[in-house]
């Protein structure tokens, strides 16, 4: 009930419509990582994604600002059932990798930022290694590039009221890690599948 | 504000949808008639159109039938929506966040009250003076020089088209015509049904005869027996309605012709925009039109320009 609301707030203030370019919705397990410009960004994926697929798909978040305030704690775990991650400063006991890999259990979905935090300028920023770690422990997920567009306009980093205009989210062919393919070669090719949702 | 509903309205409205029926019916029959792909999408988005069309009669009608502020809060809502598209499709930067937050929550609801209470005086140099002046003082605080004037520019254009030419149409109701108290309700029908009917038969002489293109750069779908069918046909309707307005039929043509052509250089206008910006609609809420401000601009060019000559010569 809280959630469906939630969802529909964020599609109200985002004014936001889902393209499905190069696949289309399906309960498969599947990563989806996009570029990153506001706090907008997760949760409008996540209120655009079909009601059944919603319950599935778990946006990955930085522990240290979803723990700064009661609120903030109480949407990543009751609404969006948030996977809180340490990105400051990981260790062997509090690594992400190992988060991410249990909360993708056999079911679920994630939605991850690449990029590691907000971007404030056009280009979209190198990939951080997280998403070929993944790619290299869960070769059975697909990793499906979503391309968010505008809603940095509607809330831009360091800003705290959203104006309203019409953001757009497309989501790309799945790609998946290829056989002997390295890193750097892997993670320029996520970003290439990003950028590339922009001329279509 | 109180709207009176007599037995002119409901000729108005009965006329409108018999006109909405008798569209569906010749819509349902092409599209058994289409063979070739083309005439299929052809009529098919024909189809979409008529298939809005009632939506829209709809909504318009339930926002007459609560009297003069159900009309002021439809034509708030659609400059809001219209305004959302404008901005969404001009690059403006970080820097005018707080002035757009201004636009869409002050500015734009500031707007509509005053139309409410009728203070002509204000709601008329609101936003050309006050907004104008405020918009770059806002976005100069915010420090950021890029391409200032440009992103001023497309700020105070919206503001202009999207909120105060759209308010003219509400702002009908306000005027005081000797003889027609508490008919105001009949003019605002008039002037959208003829503003909205000449687009349609801009269409459709178009669709049928049209083969010279009037300026094909900037409306590939804009012809010369498209734009002299749609004006001379829409201006014969117009000044058929007389009845319903505080005209006589030679002065209801009159404004018929002002308020097509207006309409027409509207269409004009906010086409070069969405050319310039490579693409072909505003939008897509409403289906087969495109956005909202796709099916509103005639009415904003016209609005302002029929308010005021009714204004100058009846009032």
């Known amino acids: 009930m809280m959630k469906s609301l939630f969802a529909a707030i964020a599609k109200l203030i985002s004014g936001a419509s889902a393209r499905w370019v190069g696949c289309v919705p399906d309960v498969r397990q599947r990563v989806y990582f996009a570029n990153h410009t506001s706090n907008l960004d997760a949760l409008v994926i996540w209120a655009l994604l079909p009601t059944h697929l919603r319950a599935l798909t778990r946006p990955v978040a930085a522990r240290d600002y979803w723990t700064k305030s009661k609120l903030r704690l109480y949407l990543a775990n009751n609404i969006f059932n948030a996977v809180l991650i340490e990105r400051k400063k990981p260790t ?16 679920n979905s994630l939605i991850f930022f690449p990029e590691g935090g907000r971007q404030t300028g056009k280009d979209i920023a190198p990939f951080k290694g997280g998403l070929f770690h993944l790619a290299k422990d869960r070769p059975d997920v697909e990793f499906v590039p979503v391309l968010l567009e505008n809603l940095n306009r509607i809330l831009p980093k360091g ?41 279509t | 504000m109180k709207l009176k509903l007599d037995a002119q309205t409901y000729w108005l409205v009965g006329g409108v949808l018999a006109l909405l029926v008798v569209s569906s019916l010749i819509g349902w029959v092409l599209s058994s008639c289409a063979t070739s792909d083309k005439g299929k999408a052809t009529v098919e988005n024909l189809n979409a159109r008529i298939r809005a069309w009632w939506m829209m009669v709809a909504v318009f009608g339930l926002a007459m039938a609560t009297g003069g502020i159900g009309s002021i809060v439809l034509f708030a809502l659609t400059s809001f929506l219209a305004l959302r598209e404008f901005i969404t499709l001009t690059p403006t930067r970080l820097g005018d966040h707080r002035t757009l937050f201004w636009v869409f929550f002050i500015i734009l609801p500031l707007q509509y009250y005053l139309i409410a209470i009728k203070w002509y005086g204000l709601f008329a140099i609101m936003i050309p003076v006050y907004a104008f002046l405020f918009i770059p003082i806002r976005s100069a605080t915010a420090g ?33 015509i000797p003889g027609y108290a508490g008919q105001n309700g009949k003019l605002m029908f008039y002037f959208v049904l003829v503003a909205q009917i000449s687009d349609v038969l801009q269409y459709v002489w178009g669709k049928t005869i049209g083969r010279h293109k009037i300026a094909p750069s900037v409306s590939p779908n804009k012809t010369w027996e498209g734009f002299i069918g749609g004006i001379a046909s829409a201006t014969l309707i117009g000044a058929g309605l007389w009845w319903a307005t505080p005209f006589t039929p030679w002065q209801s043509a009159g404004m018929s012709l002002a308020i097509t052509l207006m309409g027409f250089g509207g269409g004009l206008v906010m086409s070069a925009i969405k050319r310039d910006r490579g693409v072909k609609d505003y939008g897509n809420m409403i289906e087969g039109h495109g956005g909202v401000m796709d099916r509103i601009d005639s009415l904003c060019f016209a609005a302002p320009v029929f308010f005021h000559l009714t204004r100058f010569f009846f009032t």
């Not at chain 1, 062997?92 to 079911?107: K, S, V, W």
């Open chain 1, 92 to 107: 062997a006991h509090d690594n992400p990798l190992t988060d991410m890999l249990n909360a993708l259990g056999y079911r």
């Open chain 1, 159 to 199: 800003e705290f009221l959203p104006v309203p205009l019409m953001g757009s989210l497309s989501f790309g062919t799945p790609i998946k890690l290829e056989a002997g393919e390295g890193k750097m070669a892997f993670l320029h090719r996520a970003q290439d599948a990003v950028t590339a949702l922009q001329k």
């Open chain 2, 144 to 176: 950021d020089c890029e391409n200032f004037l440009e992103r001023t520019a497309k700020i105070q254009w919206a503001l202009m088209i999207c909120v105060y030419c759209i308010s003219y149409v509400p702002a009908l109701l306000s005027l005081d």
